[in-house]
């Protein structure tokens, strides 16, 4: 190679480490660190580092971490698609007219082609245990009992809270994959209780496109959530799927009418006002209404919300859905974009004092920032979301945090829109999005 031009790529990832000032060695901790890992070989890395710039190798299992690492995509980095967000698009663009059978029939070719996609890739990570897993569901995997696939969806959700998106996105599709095939050959007893599995998995892996930004996939992903609730009979979980559909909608992904309306069509399910679920659904109305600037409309919705709700919600498949800082974040929501900082401050408190999911933190201080712009403290305001949105790590980026960070903007009257700490808000939101949210 010494006498060749390196590849475009080799350059690229050259170029890109150096405008950064990273030496290898630090490119080689910023790679672990984009893809989970929290202990590595920085040497030997760095050595590897060495060889792909100078375009002997293709950095097949760590393409995805330096997409990460450099916030932009495979695709542009390197010049070749990302195969896991090709399988994950397969997964989640069925045509809503396809029938049972048809999912099925489809199966076999869609696990192989995502086999390929992924040994192709490298794997879905370096150690290859996702590959395995694979070829287990292919050739030998074993049935698991309800108790089991209830326990993958408690994992999935604690993946959720405390891993990065894309970790959460590739580990649920496996289980999806060996739950589909469960689901072709199961007997009839036992469809509820599996559907009722396939529904709490599809939520969570929902909600993981919804952060990365991949809303058109998101959508699909919820239409199967809701029609394996329905499946199941059970309506409890049925409720839920629509009220965090609709929750997750709030970011971006739907316009707020069509939150509403999805409000309204689970409402009509539910038992009636005093039942948990009418109550739940007042709160994600209420943070919709506080979007189009109907804040004593969405104060009302969060009395009921609050009072109603109760300390815990229903049993569902994924017992540990609930938390007990949710309600206190609708409050600093609300009376945040209200600008009522003695409320909100009260409830960010609460939240804070949960130490939960990190989205939630992140999202909460962003409510403060809402109400300090909403109280008229236009550069203060601005600039603690910037302050937010920088350091967060790039693995916990999410689109859920970088919609909260545009509310903060939008607060911002549009004759103040010129000054410089709300441009450097803009450009700081531009910076920290999701890579993937500009694919889709």
């Known amino acids: 190679?010494?006498?060749?031009?390196?590849?475009?790529?080799?350059?690229?990832?050259?170029?890109?480490?150096?405008?950064?000032?990273?030496?290898?060695?630090?490119?080689?901790?910023?790679?672990?660190?984009?893809?989970?890992?929290?202990?590595?070989?920085?040497?030997?890395?760095?050595r590897q580092i060495y060889d792909w710039e100078k375009g002997k190798h293709f950095p097949r299992d760590w393409s995805r971490a330096y997409a990460t690492a450099f916030d932009t995509t495979v695709e542009k980095l390197f010049g070749v698609p990302?195969?896991?967000?090709?399988?994950?698009?397969?997964?989640?663009?069925?045509?809503?007219?396809?029938?049972?059978?048809?999912?099925?029939?489809?199966e076999r070719r869609r696990l192989l082609e995502l086999l390929a996609l992924s040994?192709?890739?490298?794997?879905?990570?370096?150690?290859?245990?996702?590959?395995?897993?694979l070829l287990d569901i292919v050739l030998m995997s074993e049935d698991r009992s309800a108790e089991d696939w209830e326990l993958a969806c408690v994992d999935h959700l604690h993946?959720?809270?405390?891993?990065?998106p894309i970790q959460v996105r590739d580990g649920l599709l496996i289980d999806l994959l060996a739950l589909q095939r469960q689901l072709k050959k199961a007997d009839t007893k036992d469809l509820p209780d599996l559907n009722r599995s396939a529904a709490g998995l599809s939520l969570?892996?929902?909600?993981?496109?919804?952060?990365?930004?991949?809303?058109?996939?998101?959508i699909h992903w919820w239409r199967t959530?809701?029609?394996?609730?329905?499946?199941?009979?059970?309506?409890?979980?049925?409720l839920l799927i629509r009220a965090e559909e609709a929750g997750c909608a709030l970011y971006g992904q739907r316009d707020i009418s069509t939150v509403l309306a999805l409000v309204d069509?689970?409402?009509?399910?539910?038992?009636?006002?005093?039942?948990y679920w009418y109550a739940d659904l007042a709160g994600t109305r209420a943070k919709a209404l506080t979007l189009l600037g109907r804040h004593d409309e969405a104060k009302q919705e969060l009395r009921t919300y609050v009072t109603h709700a109760g300390n815990e919600g229903p049993s569902t498949v994924i017992p540990t859905i609930?938390?007990?800082?949710?309600?206190?974040?609708?409050?600093?929501?609300?009376?945040?974009?209200?600008?009522?900082?003695?409320?909100?401050?009260?409830?960010?408190?609460?939240?804070?004092?949960?130490?939960?999911?990190?989205?939630?933190?992140?999202?909460?201080?962003?409510?403060?920032?809402?109400?300090?712009?909403?109280?008229?403290?236009?550069?203060?305001?601005?600039?603690?979301?910037?302050?937010?949105?920088?350091?967060?790590?790039?693995?916990?980026?999410?689109?859920?945090?970088?919609?909260?960070?545009?509310?903060?903007?939008?607060t911002v009257p549009f004759d103040q829109r010129d000054r410089p700490a709300v441009q450097d808000l803009r450009a700081t939101l531009t910076a920290t999005a999701p890579h993937t949210t500009a694919l889709h």
């Open 322 to 410: 609930w938390c007990p800082d949710q309600t206190h974040f609708a409050e600093s929501w609300v009376y945040a974009a209200a600008g009522d900082e003695a409320k909100a401050d009260a409830a960010r408190t609460q939240v804070l004092a949960y130490n939960g999911d990190y989205q939630y933190l992140a999202n909460v201080h962003l409510h403060e920032a809402i109400c300090t712009v909403a109280q008229g403290g236009i550069d203060r305001g601005t600039q603690q979301a910037t302050a937010i949105l920088d350091a967060l790590p790039t693995t916990h980026r999410s689109a859920m945090i970088t919609e909260t960070g545009k509310i903060v903007l939008r």
């Open 1 to 46: 190679m010494s006498d060749q031009q390196p590849p475009k790529w080799a350059l690229r990832i050259w170029a890109e480490r150096e405008r950064r000032g990273w030496s290898k060695h630090e490119m080689a901790r910023q790679l672990m660190r984009a893809a989970g890992l929290s202990y590595g070989n920085v040497v030997n890395l760095a």
């Open 159 to 164: 993946a959720l809270r405390t891993r990065p």
């Open 204 to 218: 969570i892996l929902a909600n993981a496109l919804t952060r990365l930004g991949n809303h058109a996939a998101a």
């Open 265 to 275: 069509k689970a409402r009509a399910l539910a038992s009636g006002p005093s039942s």
């Open 119 to 133: 040994l192709g890739a490298g794997g879905l990570a370096s150690s290859g245990e996702p590959i395995r897993q």
């Open 82 to 106: 990302d195969p896991i967000q090709r399988a994950v698009d397969l997964a989640g663009t069925l045509e809503d007219s396809a029938t049972s059978d048809d999912w099925y029939d489809m």
């Open 225 to 238: 959530a809701k029609a394996a609730a329905d499946a199941s009979g059970d309506l409890n979980l049925r």
